[in-house]
Structure formats: structure tokens, C-alpha cells
T-cell receptor, first 114, second 113 residues
Framework: DADVTQTPRNRITKTGKRIMLECSQT?????MYWYRQDPGLGLRLIYY???????NKGEISDGYSVSRQAQAKFSLSLESAIPNQTALYFC?????????????FGPGTRLLVL | AQSVTQLDSQVPVFEEAPVELRCNYS??????LFWYVQYPNQGLQLLLK??????LVKGINGFEAEFNKSQTSFHLRKPSVHISDTAEYFC???????????FGAGTRLFVKA
């Protein structure tokens, strides 16, 4: 089984709808991240969390919100989806051993906002 | 602020030929540097990383990269590519203070038969 899972894998929604993307991990990592990937722009950080009570905005947090329900779960919400939020979304985790470590990525959620 | 520039958006190469994917970074502090690979319809996975020590870093699948502090570069190389190396490659720099990662725009490697 995958260490980092994302649901759904694909989603089509309409402008103005609220949607939630979910991420779960079995790696026991404290740090979790949400990125979006757009062609030619690489990955950009939306939100990140270092534990259940520590949530931080990334470089492009406007229009998004997150919830860290447990160490293993980190959800991303689009309160009112708009077409320019069409993108590939990735969740990632990182351990907290005191030094910078590798990030582990989920398979991604492809979102289309009509 | 840290940033990463990948100098080529696409690199076509024939099978068994050598390849170099170029990456430059900017940072005012010590850096951690990474190369990740994304195969079609998959998430990113780590190829290799430089945290400290030897400037030549070896990774998985025969890839290696060299950290050059004076040129602020971290280019990725492979002496002989395979069709299966076709993927998108991302250079990244780690924020040593905040445990965040800054990614480049990516380089799409096409390996042709």
C-alpha cells in the first residue's frame, strides 16, 4: 500500500462549488504539505503543517483552506472553486528528525473547474 | 529569498546518449539541494540530494549531480539514458530554517529510440 494517498484522484467541478481534497499518510511524519502543479511553473506551496496545531500559509494560499484532522490526515478545501484553480494537486510529507529530510509525495489529484 | 532556475524546459535526447539537466539556485544561506523525478501520471520521487559533504552526489537509476557553490549550480547528469528515463525532472532547494522546499519549473526529458 502507498505511504501517502490522495482522494479523489480526479475531480471535475463547477465554478462556485466547495470541494475538499484529502490526504492520508502512514509514514508517521509530522510535517505535511499541499502543492499545486501547473505546466511551466513547477510546484508551488499552498499550505503546510508541522503538527496538528501548527498550520502555515504557503506562497499561494488565497482561495484555499486546510484542516489537519490528525497527524495522518491533512485536507485541502476550495471554498468557492474558480477555473484558474484547475491544476494537479499534490500532498507531501516529511519526517521531523531534526534535520531536513526527503519529502514523500502522493500520486496527485487532478482537478478541473468548469 | 531562495529561488531555483531550470535552464531548459525540454531536453530531447537519443537512447544511450549522455544527458545533462541544468539547475541554478540562489540563496544567501547554506542550502540543501534536491532532484526529484515525476513519471507520467505519478507523484514526485527523490532522485538524489545534497545536504553536505562530497559535492558529487550519486542517486538512483544511474543519475548523479554536482554541487558547485561558486557557480550556484546543481546540474544533473547521466552518462547513458534509457527510454524509461522519459519523465519530468525538478530541481529544488530546501529552506534550512523553515523546512519548506522551493521547486524549479521542471525539465521534461524525452528519450528517443
Amino acid at each position: 500500500d502507498a505511504d501517502v494517498t490522495q482522494t479523489p484522484r480526479n475531480r471535475i467541478t463547477k465554478t462556485g462549488k466547495r470541494i475538499m481534497l484529502e490526504c492520508s499518510q502512514t509514514k508517521g511524519h509530522d510535517r505535511m504539505y499541499w502543492y499545486r502543479q501547473d505546466p511551466g511553473l513547477g510546484l508551488r506551496l499552498i499550505y503546510y503543517s508541522f503538527d496538528v496545531k501548527d498550520i502555515n500559509k504557503g506562497e499561494i494560499s488565497d482561495g484555499y483552506s486546510v484542516s489537519r484532522q490528525a497527524q495522518a490526515k491533512f485536507s485541502l478545501s476550495l471554498e468557492s472553486a474558480i477555473p484558474n484553480q484547475t491544476a494537479l494537486y499534490f500532498c507531501a510529507t516529511m519526517g521531523a528528525s531534526g534535520s531536513y529530510e526527503t519529502q514523500y509525495f502522493g500520486p496527485g489529484t487532478r482537478l478541473l473547474v468548469l | 529569498a531562495q529561488s531555483v532556475t531550470q535552464l531548459d524546459s525540454q531536453v530531447p535526447v537519443f537512447e544511450e546518449a549522455p544527458v545533462e539537466l541544468r539547475c541554478n539556485y540562489s540563496s544567501s544561506v547554506s542550502v540543501y539541494l534536491f532532484w526529484y523525478v515525476q513519471y507520467p501520471n505519478q507523484g514526485l520521487q527523490l532522485l538524489l540530494k545534497y545536504l553536505s559533504g562530497s559535492t558529487l552526489v550519486k542517486g538512483i537509476n544511474g543519475f548523479e549531480a554536482e554541487f558547485n557553490k561558486s557557480q550556484t549550480s546543481f546540474h544533473l547528469r547521466k552518462p547513458s539514458v534509457h527510454i524509461s528515463d522519459t519523465a519530468e525532472y525538478f530541481c529544488a532547494v530546501g529552506d534550512t530554517g523553515g523546512f519548506k522546499t522551493i521547486f524549479g519549473a521542471g525539465t521534461r526529458l524525452f528519450v528517443k529510440a
